[in-house]
């Protein structure tokens, strides 16, 4: 059965960190790109945002408005992908997603999502 469960959202004052984990089944994690998209409130699932994506072979991609704050990784180990996000802004207020497919842009299965709130 394939699985992606996220964790680790909550509330953060502006310029404070979070760090998101996505717990894989095996059977998706070593074959599949990993990917970490959000949906802010107000906007239809169509419009999530890729925030960050990461090959089987640790390749990384991030979207313009996380670069230099947010880092994605991966271990293998424990079929798990985080994404560590820094100098958080409201606007990156959101519900968090991870997604796995044969690439980053082309998710195939979905976790449940967790939210992430940043406000003072």
């Known amino acids: 059965q394939v699985q992606l469960v996220e964790s680790g959202g909550g509330l953060v004052q502006p310029g404070g960190s979070l760090r998101l984990s996505c717990a894989a089944s095996?059977?998706?994690?070593?074959?599949?790109?990993m990917a970490w998209y959000r949906q802010p409130p107000g906007k239809q699932r169509e419009l999530r945002e890729l925030?960050?994506?990461?090959?089987?072979?640790?390749?990384?991609y991030y979207g313009d408005s996380v670069k230099g704050r947010f880092t994605i990784s991966r271990d293998n180990a424990k079929n798990t992908v985080y994404l560590q996000m820094n100098s958080l802004k409201p606007e990156d207020t959101a519900v968090y997603y991870c997604?796995?497919?044969?690439?980053?842009?082309?998710?195939?299965?979905w976790g449940q999502g967790t939210q992430v709130t940043v406000s003072s």
């Open positions: 997604s796995a497919g044969s690439s980053w842009s082309r998710p195939a299965y």
């Open positions: 925030v960050a994506g990461i090959s089987p072979v640790s390749n990384t």
């Open positions: 095996r059977s998706i994690f070593s074959m599949n790109a």
